[in-house]
């Protein structure tokens, strides 16, 4: 599977949560301590939000620590709101379209996880992605068609609503094939204002997912790093650092909503779509 970490407060350099912390994305794609898999080197991405109406998105299939164009841009770009992932596939294909984030108008979506025996779903699923959005998907994942899924349920009208339909329609979708322990998912969401995080799983073993308790959290990542505004915070698959009493772990059936200095925490559960 994968790890992503976004951020929500005063602008920043990319590379200064992306790059330079002690356990830094970049070296969760070499070694993962919380994630299935060690190494996540099956692509990587990054999109941000600045003076533009939609956000920009860097991506490509190599290992992100190994893209020399990543870490010049991650120096020079700076943002109050991003989103990154390094993946690890879970069986489709490594292309760029493949590669999170994926990008929906001013939305940025990535995903941690995956749909159980999605080759005998896939199908089902895209035969309910509403016929506009179709044309859109551009790659092969589970992942895209989860945020395919979301927008059809009503994503852009009320994110968390999208979401959980999304999840309900999977489950379902699912036991009706005969597969148990259907979801495991940590996803992110931006919206050019807000950082949503979700934690769920059918069987109640999602992937790890914490969330900074303060701008002090991220400053004893860099001392030296005096930027990070009082309502700074920041969602990760894992801790950036060793200090992990600065971390709060979500717990499963969690959502929570990050928007400038309110921190909003709801229980994440899943519906039907009608």
């Known amino acids: 599977m994968c790890r992503w970490m976004g951020y929500s407060g005063s602008p920043v350099f990319l590379d200064e949560l992306i790059l330079k912390p002690q356990h830094s994305l970049i070296d969760q794609s070499l070694s993962s301590r919380k994630g299935k898999f060690t190494t996540n080197g099956d692509g990587f991405g990054v999109g941000w939000y600045c003076h533009r109406d939609t956000p920009g998105v860097y991506k490509d299939v190599c290992p992100a620590w190994n893209d020399i164009n990543l870490r010049d841009l991650a120096a020079h770009i700076e943002s109050p709101l991003f989103i990154a992932h390094v993946r690890a596939t879970t069986g489709t294909a490594v292309q760029q379209s493949n590669c999170h984030p994926f990008r929906h108008g001013r939305w940025l979506f990535v995903h941690n996880g995956v749909i159980r025996g999605f080759d005998r779903v896939k199908r089902n699923l895209v035969l309910a992605v509403a016929p506009q959005l179709y044309p859109l998907i551009q790659g092969t994942t589970d992942s895209e068609l989860m945020l395919s899924l979301a927008l059809t349920f009503g994503l852009e009208e009320d994110p968390l609503v999208g979401l959980e339909r999304m999840v309900g329609f999977v489950e379902k979708t699912c036991i009706d094939q005969g597969i148990s322990e259907a979801l ?30 303060s701008m002090q959290a991220l400053q004893d990542i860099n001392p030296d790093l005096q930027r990070f505004s009082p309502d700074a915070r920041a969602v990760v698959s894992e801790p950036l650092s060793n200090l992990s009493v600065v971390w709060d772990e ?25």
């Open 184 to 213: 495991q998912m940590s996803v992110g969401l931006n919206d050019g204002e807000r950082l949503f995080a979700v934690r769920y799983s059918t069987a109640r073993r999602a992937p790890t997912l914490f969330l900074s308790k």
């Open 250 to 274: 979500i717990p499963e059936s969690t959502a929570v909503i990050v928007h400038r200095d309110k921190v909003e925490r709801r229980d994440f559960v899943p519906r039907s779509p009608e």
